[in-house]
């Protein structure tokens, strides 16, 4: 199948999707807060506070890579009916932790996407990724 066969979803789809997800991270994180100071405590003074965020930039990358490389899909892409591919073929760990890494530089450059020959952001240019309907 030739690449303009494929149809990627609407910006305002993936964007819907993005604010999706982001409640079900939010979700995620209040579980993960909780635990983090069940376990330690306060976490509001320096270098607790350092490891506390550190901790939760981990859990966003092993709920976003995680799905990614489980299946191309998030719970909202799911939803959606979109998939994470690779322009190569198999989606490599290095591409799905690039796009995770640059996703804040693309979404604030969401116009991207409308100017983009294929509809993608610019962090899945740039992770050599993009989104396809399925």
């Known amino acids: 199948m030739k690449d303009t066969l494929i149809k990627s979803p609407g910006v305002f789809k993936r964007l819907a999707a993005a ?14 807060s909780l635990l983090f ?4 405590g306060d ?3 320096p270098p ?7 901790y939760l930039l ?4 092993t709920y976003f890579v995680g799905f990614w490389m489980g299946g191309g899909q998030t719970l909202a892409m799911r939803t ?7 322009a190569q073929g198999e989606l490599t760990m ?4 690039i ?13 991207w996407a409308w100017f983009d020959s294929e509809r993608c952001f610019l962090h899945d240019r740039l992770a050599k990724t993009r989104l396809v309907s399925c």
């Open 58 to 61: 981990l859990c966003c990358a």
């Open 43 to 45: 976490a509001t003074l």
């Open 99 to 111: 796009r995770f890494a640059l996703a804040p530089v693309g979404i604030a450059f969401f116009f």
């Open 94 to 97: 290095k591409q799905a932790l």
């Open 80 to 86: 959606w009916h979109f998939k994470l591919v690779s």
């Open 19 to 32: 604010v999706y997800d982001s409640l079900l991270l939010l979700a995620v994180l209040l579980v993960a």
């Open 48 to 54: 607790k506070r350092h490891y506390f965020q550190l």
């Open 37 to 40: 100071l069940l376990i330690f």
